[in-house]
């Protein structure tokens, strides 16, 4: 550590440092332009190949070459009932579009019986590494529909392309609007935080850069590597690198202030600084890192991809707030805390009260009665659990949106006039001699509309079964399990039918998630665990901090909730579950370890109860900055007009903020005051955690390269 702090802080290593920065930047820079171009929102693209639906997948592509392509479902609608000019309307749409856009056959036109809607099927092209292929396409199909169409006739785009579509539009050029509009927020908590006009740009600066440069990493993988990347872990990128990364800034520039007023040399200052501490800031970035790296044992593909998206920008931010800053604000010198430019004074303690007021009485209430402030946390911590009672998940795509788009308004129009599950049948795909007896079990399977047969080639015979409830209800869902159950307890060759389509995939979704919790959750937990006790070499401390963790998490969950409810987005996707989890345990952990890697160090000094204490007082102020600044980086996932987005925001702001307010500042403080020194064992030895008197001053860093 000593080295690596001498390096990024040495008087001719700095410009190294800032070389190799900026041409990382270069590169990094120049690829992660192509992020967006190698995103795969599809939903089947993220489900793993032993799902049904997936298997459903390669049947199509491989005998009924419906390789790369998904349907539009266009519908018409007048109210008082459709015209003969409308009907001759989609006719000469039908043309066009099979001339202009389709892959294949356009279907044709389905009238309700009340002769109030009709729709057509038409198949678009897609690319799995271009989205864009067919947001065009749909785009495409838009224009034709609507260029001289008669008036009052409402023409919508729905179906599986028209949700992605939908989808693909509200996350295009969100990655710049989410940076833009993250690193704002972050510039005004800083600025406020230091009161400075120049300080709060040179982590910016560095994060901008450190984000970039990870952005590009990301795209080389996924476009070299296969590594799946989707508008989801495109965004939490941008936010872990911008959240993240202003973190670990507040923490190395409080110690950099700190050193300042002991040292004339800057360059002194920051080595002692940059190895103080780089022992927090690696077993934060570790912890989140390899908790992050567990997703990669998850089943959808989805989530193996999360995991290296957010360990790549951990790992970059980290490495950059640990050496380019430092590199910087040597550069730069004192004059960037203008205008209250630390200076050296004389018998400066950075571990006293001074300067500390607000902190110091936080603590000295803690210690006074440790007991009963725990407890008292603790039960306000569990009366906010109770709100998980709330947590209701099924979220349908109508309820995915915060506005109104197409495929949802589609959707509705033929619920309304067909049955709901036109636009998405369930396709079950069977070998020939039991096309049959497919049909016959599977129509008479209840919330099955009817049944056809589509084509039969190479062997296999293609049905579609129209649903009487919209594709992806919760009630689709069961009706989909019905028809596998009752092909599988039938006989000859029906029982090896495979079952697939838009009301599958959100089936075989939901049992995904259901089994990535079961398996990740308490494989973070050990992470998470282990990690503490090598930070810590604490049994009991590393024990108490997770279950603090976990108590926050349960809290964060609940409270979310009654939120949710109060917005009227009360269900959620069944992935915020897991997506909450990693980050509220991985991240929320990270203040806790702030907070004990000071205390252990202030605990040689002074021993148990005043190390506890002094810990408190010293880090409150900028772990608290870092909570803040971190939960309103989250807060800005509100931007995007999805509820997922918004909902995960939420969750993960609520989250940090209770870790940061309730479980750093007085839970985990009371309980280590009220275990006492055993609360270190086996780590620290009696003679380290008894009183003594502190050292006022630490040992001087050798001369920086």
């Known amino acids: 550590m000593s080295r690596y702090a001498a390096f990024v802080a040495g008087r001719r290593s700095k410009w190294v440092v800032l070389v190799l920065w900026f041409l990382l930047m270069g590169i990094g820079g120049s690829l992660a332009a192509g992020l967006a171009d190698v995103q795969d929102n599809d939903p089947e693209a993220w489900l ?29 609608a007048r109210e008082g009932g459709l015209t003969q000019a409308d009907l001759s309307r989609i006719d000469t749409d039908r043309a066009r579009l099979a001339d202009k856009v389709a892959i294949g056959k356009v279907s044709s036109a389905v009238v309700s019986e009340d002769k109030v809607a009709a729709f057509v099927s038409v198949p678009l092209r897609t690319s799995p590494s271009d989205n864009k292929v067919l947001t065009d396409k749909v785009t495409e199909a838009g224009k034709i529909t609507s260029a001289g169409a008669p008036a009052g006739l409402d023409i919508k785009i729905t179906g599986e392309a028209g949700s992605i579509a939908d989808f693909a539009d509200v996350y295009s050029g969100m990655d710049g609007a989410l940076l833009g509009v993250a690193l704002g927020v972050v510039a005004l908590l800083l600025l406020v935080t230091y009161r400075s006009p120049v300080l709060w740009l040179i982590p910016l600066i560095t994060v901008g850069l450190a984000s970039q440069v990870a952005s590009g990493v990301v795209y080389l993988l996924a476009k070299q590597a296969g590594l799946v990347v989707n508008g989801q872990s495109a965004y939490v990128l941008m936010v872990i690198s911008v959240g993240v990364g202003t973190d670990y800034a507040l923490l190395l520039i409080s110690r950099y202030r700190e050193e300042l007023h002991r040292h004339e040399d800057r360059h002194t200052a920051m080595s002692l600084a940059v190895r103080g501490s780089l022992p927090a800031l690696a077993a934060s970035a570790a912890t989140v890192t390899i908790a992050s790296l567990c997703l990669v044992f998850g089943s959808m593909n989805s989530t193996r991809g999360l995991g290296p998206v957010v360990a790549i920008g951990v790992v970059l931010v980290f490495l950059a707030m640990t050496s380019l800053l430092p590199a910087l604000l040597v550069i730069l010198g004192r004059w960037v805390f203008w205008p209250v ?19 110091a009485k936080i603590a000295e209430a803690v210690g006074r009665r440790p007991r009963a402030v725990w407890i008292g946390t603790a039960l306000v911590l569990g009366v906010m659990v109770l709100g998980i009672t709330g947590v209701h998940t099924g979220q349908t795509q109508a309820e995915q949106f915060t506005g109104k788009v197409d495929s949802v308004t589609g959707q509705q129009v033929l619920a309304k006039h067909f049955p709901a599950g036109s636009s998405a049948p369930a396709d079950v795909y069977v070998r020939d001699a039991g096309a049959a007896s497919a049909t016959a079990v599977v129509a008479k399977v209840p919330g099955v509309s009817s049944v056809s047969t589509q084509a039969a080639k190479g062997g296999w015979t293609h049905l579609t079964a129209v649903l009487r409830d919209a594709p992806d209800s919760a009630a689709a869902k069961d009706t989909v399990r ?20 838009q009301s599958a995939v959100a089936l075989d979704v939901s049992v995904a998630q259901g089994d990535e919790e079961t398996l990740l959750i308490p494989l973070i937990l050990a992470v998470v665990l282990v990690m503490l006790f090598i930070l810590l070499r604490a049994t009991i401390a590393s024990a108490v901090l997770l279950g603090s963790v976990v108590l926050s998490f349960a809290a964060a969950v609940g409270t979310a909730s009654l939120l949710f409810h109060a917005l009227d987005h009360a269900k959620i996707d069944r992935g915020l579950v897991l997506f909450g989890f990693i980050f509220l345990v991985a991240l929320g952990v990270d203040y806790t370890i702030f907070l004990m890697t000071r205390a252990k160090e202030e605990v040689r000094l002074r021993g148990h109860r005043e190390g506890i204490l002094t810990a408190v007082t010293v880090t409150g102020g900028v772990i608290t900055s870092a909570g803040v600044v971190l939960a309103a980086t989250f807060c800005v996932l509100a931007a995007i007009p999805t509820v997922s987005a918004l909902q995960q925001g939420l969750l993960v702001a609520v989250g940090i903020l209770l870790d940061t307010f309730l479980v750093r500042s007085l839970l985990v403080p009371a309980l280590a005051l009220d275990l006492g020194p055993r609360f270190w064992r086996p780590g620290l030895t009696p003679q380290e955690t008894a009183p003594h008197e502190p050292a006022n001053s630490r040992a001087e860093e050798p001369s920086t390269a």
């Open 341 to 359: 430019k630390p200076r050296v004074t004389a018998g400066y303690d950075p571990n006293s009260a001074q300067g500390h007021g607000t902190w």
């Open 482 to 501: 019905d028809i596998r159950t009752a092909l599988d307890g039938s006989t000859g060759p029906a029982a090896d039918a495979v079952v697939g389509g």
């Open 48 to 76: 793993p190949s032993s799902a049904q639906s997936t298997k459903a997948v390669q049947l199509a592509e491989q005998y009924f070459a419906d390789k790369d392509s998904s349907t539009a479902v266009i519908v018409y």
